[in-house]
């Protein structure tokens, strides 16, 4: 016997940098938190005998992705998890090797964010993806198709670049439907003197105050995300070829290629 767990634990010892490894059955502790040192995910109060803390909306859509976490990866066991007002920490159990990462698991798609949160787990949801050079015949009938699914109850995500992307969402939004953006540099910097009273303006301000939409800039890192980049990269490659052009890499950091990858978040997000 003890020269059979000798064995299995000589086959199974690697290093965290090891290629995979964060793909193998272990333990870890995770504390993701908040951009900002605010109680973003709740506040402390007392029941009479013990200490605890009232969620906000932002804490619970936490724990609502946590439970979205187990249906996405029956692999992973939640041992313990607390919501904390500025941080939430879980500890996580990996039972048998993943097809991905713990980390990219655990990550997924970071977001500055600002708005309805609950948007995002809403189940009905539609993507609004119109090309640059669709006729105003085009747009008017996608708006429809759009409007008649707001009206059945589905979420709207778009990255509102296109003429026809724009108008579809701001008709949305004017008729009070719920809407998500997806935005390219859309917020002040982290850490940044104007981050802290940052709120969006005018007639966005007023749509956020009624939990009719939720503004979301992807992290630095949702661009190279191991989904979306091959998915950007092949629809950038359909598209050179469909005007006969030959096909270059399009570097990550121009707007040609980040506009594109915005449309790819977003149907990730609506597909999952």
Same mark, same amino acid.
């Given at each position: 016997?003890?020269?059979?767990?000798?064995?299995?634990?000589?086959?199974?010892?690697?290093?965290?940098?090891?290629?995979?490894?964060?793909?193998?059955?272990?333990?870890?502790?995770?504390?993701?938190?908040?951009?900002?040192?605010?109680?973003?995910?709740?506040?402390?109060?007392?029941?009479?005998?013990? +200490?605890?803390?009232?969620?906000?909306?932002?804490?619970?859509?936490?724990?609502?992705?946590?439970?979205?976490?187990?249906?996405?990866?029956?692999?992973?066991?939640?041992? +313990?998890?607390?919501?904390?007002?500025?941080?939430?920490?879980?500890?996580?159990?990996?039972?048998?090797?993943?097809?991905?990462?713990?980390?990219?698991?655990?990550?997924?798609?970071?977001?500055?964010?600002?708005?309805?949160?609950?948007?995002?787990?809403?189940?009905?949801?539609?993507?609004?993806?119109?090309?640059?050079?669709?006729?105003?015949?085009?747009?008017? %009938?996608?708006?429809?198709?759009?409007?008649?699914?707001?009206?059945?109850?589905?979420?709207?995500?778009?990255?509102?670049?296109?003429?026809?992307?724009?108008?579809?969402?701001?008709?949305?939004?004017?008729?009070?439907?719920?809407?998500?953006?997806?935005?390219?540099?859309?917020?002040?910097?982290?850490?940044?003197?104007?981050?802290?009273?940052?709120?969006?303006?005018?007639?966005?301000?007023?749509?956020?105050?009624?939990?009719?939409?939720?503004?979301?800039?992807?992290?630095?890192? +949702?661009?190279?995300?191991?989904?979306?980049?091959?998915?950007?990269?092949?629809?950038?490659?359909?598209?050179?070829?469909?005007?006969?052009?030959?096909?270059?890499?399009?570097?990550?950091? %121009?707007?040609?290629?980040?506009?594109?990858?915005?449309?790819?978040?977003?149907?990730?997000?609506?597909?999952?």
């Amino acid at each position: 016997m003890a020269d059979e767990n000798s064995n299995i634990h000589k086959n199974e010892t690697f290093t965290w940098l090891e290629p995979g490894a964060w793909r193998k059955p272990c333990i870890v502790h995770v504390t993701m938190v908040a951009n900002a040192p605010q109680a973003l995910f709740g506040k402390l109060s007392h029941n009479g005998s013990e +200490a605890m803390v009232e969620k906000t909306p932002i804490g619970w859509a936490l724990v609502n992705r946590q439970r979205r976490l187990l249906e996405l990866c029956p692999e992973i066991k939640i041992l +313990a998890d607390k919501v904390m007002p500025d941080h939430h920490h879980m500890v996580l159990q990996v039972q048998h090797t993943m097809p991905r990462s713990i980390r990219e698991v655990v990550r997924g798609l970071q977001f500055t964010s600002m708005g309805n949160h609950f948007l995002l787990e809403w189940p009905d949801r539609q993507l609004v993806e119109m090309s640059r050079s669709a006729s105003d015949e085009q747009v008017g %009938s996608r708006l429809q198709e759009v409007l008649a699914a707001a009206h059945n109850g589905a979420v709207t995500y778009t990255a509102a670049i296109s003429k026809g992307e724009q108008k579809i969402a701001r008709t949305v939004r004017e008729q009070g439907y719920p809407l998500v953006v997806l935005l390219n540099d859309g917020f002040p910097a982290a850490g940044s003197s104007q981050e802290r009273f940052y709120k969006p303006g005018g007639a966005y301000f007023e749509a956020c105050s009624k939990g009719q939409l939720l503004l979301m800039e992807p992290d630095e890192s +949702a661009y190279v995300n191991e989904t979306i980049m091959p998915a950007t990269e092949e629809t950038l490659k359909r598209k050179a070829e469909a005007k006969h052009y030959s096909y270059a890499r399009v570097p990550v950091e %121009s707007q040609r290629y980040r506009f594109v990858a915005l449309n790819e978040i977003g149907r990730l997000l609506v597909e999952r």
